[in-house]
């Protein structure tokens, strides 16, 4: 169940699987014939607001990092179904790499990684409410009472 992060200009890696580019913005003056990823989901990106109070623009000082993570964070609460979707296509074992922005040099500081955080924590998840369904037995199923 591979999930990895890269940039969207990021050379193509054996293994990559479907590359998502979840950036708000597509790439600016790239031509589709040179798009380097499978599907755009722009909703997983941060919204413009978000995205622009992040670099300081509209006059106000740039967002730090614990404050854009947290408004990022929220934001994806209201993306739960998209989230989901993705964390069932990894657990049914399908590659995915989520693709960010060519700026975005460090990904401990990116939208991508927080993303895959979350895609981690649904896989965690499901992986325990499964466990905790195949574990439970029944009275006549050789449980003890």
């Known amino acids: 169940m591979p999930l990895r992060t890269r940039r969207w200009n990021d ?3 054996p293994g990559d ?6 950036s708000r ?3 600016r003056g790239l031509p ?3 798009e380097t990823w499978d ?3 722009k909703e997983l990106g941060p919204t ?3 995205l622009a109070a992040f670099h300081g623009k509209r006059g106000a000082p740039p967002l730090s990092w614990p404050e854009y993570r947290k408004r990022y964070l929220a ?5 739960t179904s998209a989230i989901d979707e993705l964390a069932r296509r990894v657990a049914a074992g399908e590659a995915l790499t989520l693709l960010c922005s060519s700026a975005c040099t460090d990904p401990a500081h990116c939208h991508r990684t927080l993303l895959k955080g979350l895609i981690e924590a649904r896989l965690a998840a499901g992986k325990r409410s499964s466990s905790d ?3 439970t037995r029944r009275r006549g199923s050789g449980a003890l009472p």
């Open 11 to 13: 050379p193509q890696q």
């Open 17 to 22: 699987g479907l590359r998502l580019l979840i």
């Open 25 to 27: 913005y597509r790439p």
């Open 32 to 34: 589709k014939g040179k």
């Open 39 to 41: 599907g755009w989901r």
């Open 48 to 50: 413009p607001e978000l």
């Open 75 to 79: 934001e994806m609460r209201e993306r």
């Open 133 to 135: 369904r195949g574990g």
